[in-house]
């Protein structure tokens, strides 16, 4: 995305035609996000109500896979003299995410979850 996302932003570029379609299709899913400004806004928590989402605690920023993934893509991240060269790039890095980690941090989840629960909502190892 390109600026500032915003609480519509999120709801009409993301929530609405990418994750309320892909959760419609798992019967039982549960939605998970941060405490971001656009995830928090009025507009995008009045989307979700169509939708079971696990709440974030407040201090935990370890919940987040997503985040192991950006550390990785950060730490290949090329040197680049455009933002059209850097989105390249990152897409590429992206694209070529080995699907093995990403299933290691998917699993990871429940253990995250209960590390979380342990530590009071506080930090964890992950």
């Known amino acids: 995305m390109r600026g500032t996302l ?6 009409d570029d993301i929530l609405r035609p990418h994750v309320g ?20 806004a009025r507009v995008a928590q009045d989307f979700l109500l169509h939708f079971q989402t696990l709440p974030w605690p407040a201090r935990s920023p370890n919940l987040s896979s997503l985040e192991h993934l950006w550390d990785q893509l950060k730490r290949q991240k ?5 933002v059209h060269y850097l989105e390249l790039a990152v897409q590429d890095l992206w694209a070529h995410l080995p699907q093995d980690n990403i299933r290691c941090l998917i699993n990871s989840m429940p253990d995250r ?7 009071g909502g506080g930090p964890t190892r992950y």
Do not use: K, M, R, W
């Open 6 to 11: 915003t609480g519509q932003s999120y709801v």
């Open 21 to 40: 379609p892909f959760l419609n299709g798992l019967p039982g899913a549960i939605f998970q996000q941060d405490n971001a400004g656009p995830h928090t």
């Open 78 to 82: 090329p040197s680049c003299y455009s």
């Open 113 to 119: 979850v209960a590390a979380c629960i342990a530590a």
